[in-house]
């Protein structure tokens, strides 16, 4: 199983930004899925999570300018970032519940992060 995140790089303040995150392997579509971000000296937090009902939920800090959703017949979950601050910058990192004919009670998986960069 894999999570592979793509679509992070460097923007002006106020951009936006679009990552991706594709889950890979012989696996069922995936439960909940979610954003964390880590920024430099900081703890990983939740940013966006989204059920495989398609339910959200955000960081009051993104609410409003950032949108998660997802699209179960390809296995990959999207986090749009708009009006982007300085304050977003992280490494941002996918994050599922995932079951396998191996295993159907499921694990939780964590990709590799995408590093974000908000200049002022």
């Known amino acids: 199983v894999q999570l592979q995140a793509s679509g992070g790089g460097l923007v002006q303040a106020g951009g936006s930004l679009r990552l991706s995150c594709a889950a890979s392997g012989s696996i069922f579509s995936p439960d909940a899925m979610g954003w964390y971000r880590q920024a430099p000296g900081k703890q990983r937090e939740l940013v966006a999570r989204v059920t495989s009902g398609g339910s959200t939920n955000y960081a009051d800090s993104v609410k409003g300018r950032f949108t998660i959703s997802r699209d179960n017949a390809k296995n990959t979950m999207y986090l749009q970032m708009n009006s982007l601050k300085p304050e977003d910058t992280a490494v941002y990192y996918c994050?599922?519940?995932?079951?396998?004919?191996?295993?159907?009670?499921?694990?939780?998986?964590w990709g590799k992060g995408t590093r974000v960069t908000v200049s002022s």
């Open positions: 994050n599922a519940d995932i079951r396998t004919p191996e295993n159907l009670l499921g694990r939780n998986y």
